[in-house]
């Protein structure tokens, strides 16, 4: 398929996007009639029990309901029929809930006031909720919100007046909510990377293709795929206002040093970075280097190793939204209970990068 239209809302936020992609390549019919999922390449949108051959995740978009996947340009799997999904309970609830936060962009809908409307107590709604979409009811409506933001931000319009636009209570509120979604501040944000001069280089590694981005000053991004024009075209989403060019070799020596990184002939890596961020990532981020190679922290011991013991969930984000990955180790971060938790280029690369850490930590 050649291009589409941005989907519009009702889509799923981000932060739900886990859960619901799990149901998808689980075929789980519990979570048909909550959400739909379109395939990118096809045109397609289908039910999540469609027993259809799975997609690759970058080439699929959720949505909460048919419509939706229809206003942006999708058309109706003819084998799973998704508009006759039989309906259930939990689908009910989940796309009562979503349409009541949906129909009052600008106010804030409480969660006793949602409980009231759908019947539960608020507690059974809240539980109810989060385990269907894997966020709670005031996740959804913040991300929504967010993307919102976002996209008056990148209409042109200054803080101010996006904040008015989607009206944000206090700009205190905004920048709680932009730091852990933006990755930055909102202003920043709007800049996306205005002012700064970026050449990148994609090469073959024991890991996919791998994008090396950078000023003079440092590195601004390293990505993990498997296809070229995705990996630019995510760069230029993460700096959508730079000047960004395919370089001629400029960056050779970082680009090879971390080749060699993640063949594991290169035990150490120590290079600049040049990256957008906040304060509070940037310390994480220094945190994250001073782990040994193939060792591994939990969330909760970064969170004390930077003086802020309480501030883990804000710490998962800050790993989560980190550009550089390799240079800036988030592979070396991982659950309590020792299990490899999330990765943004794919838990087997994670699991990879460690097994092939602690190798090469073995040899010197």
Request: charged share 25%.
């Amino acid at each position: 398929m050649s291009t589409l239209p941005n989907p519009i809302l009702p889509a799923i936020p981000a932060l739900a996007r886990r859960r619901c992609l799990a149901a998808v390549a689980l075929h789980d019919s519990r979570m048909d009639g909550v959400f739909v999922y379109a395939v990118r390449s096809t045109g397609v949108y289908c039910r999540p029990s469609c027993p259809s051959r799975r997609p690759r995740t970058r080439q699929i978009l959720l949505f909460i309901q048919p419509d939706a996947a229809e206003r942006a340009g999708f058309r109706a799997c003819r084998r799973c029929q998704p508009r006759r999904a039989r309906s259930n309970p939990l689908a009910d609830l989940v796309r009562r809930v979503c349409s009541e936060i949906e129909n009052h962009p600008d106010d804030s809908v409480s969660l006793q006031e949602l409980a009231e409307r759908t019947g539960l107590s608020a507690a059974h709604l809240q539980r109810t909720f989060r385990q269907a979409m894997g966020i709670s009811p005031r996740q959804y409506a913040d991300a929504l919100r967010v993307a919102r933001f976002k996209s008056e931000l990148r209409k042109g319009k200054d803080v101010t007046t996006a904040l008015h636009e989607v009206s944000y209570g206090s700009t205190s509120r905004l920048y709680e909510k932009s730091d852990a979604q933006l990755g930055m501040t909102p202003a920043t944000y709007r800049r996306g990377g205005r002012g700064m001069n970026i050449s990148y280089t994609i090469a073959p590694s024991s890991l996919g293709r791998v994008l090396v981005a950078a000023t003079e000053r440092g590195i601004s991004a390293v990505y993990l795929g498997e296809r070229d024009a995705d990996l630019a075209a995510a760069l230029r989403k993460e700096y959508p206002h730079a000047e960004i060019r395919r370089g001629s070799g400029e960056h050779s020596k970082w680009v090879r040093a971390i080749v060699r990184h993640l063949a594991g002939t290169n035990h150490r890596l120590d290079l600049p970075t040049d990256v957008v961020a906040t304060a509070f990532q940037r310390r994480v981020w220094e945190a994250l280097r001073s782990i040994p190679p193939g060792a591994t922290r939990t969330y909760s011991e970064v969170a004390q190793s930077i003086g802020q013991p309480s501030a883990v969930r804000a710490v998962a984000r800050a790993c989560a939204t980190n550009p550089a990955a390799i240079v800036v180790p988030c592979h070396r971060v991982v659950r309590t209970d020792g299990t490899l938790g999330g990765y943004r280029w794919g838990l087997e690369r994670k699991r990879s990068l460690l097994d092939q850490e602690r190798r090469a930590a073995k040899r010197a």
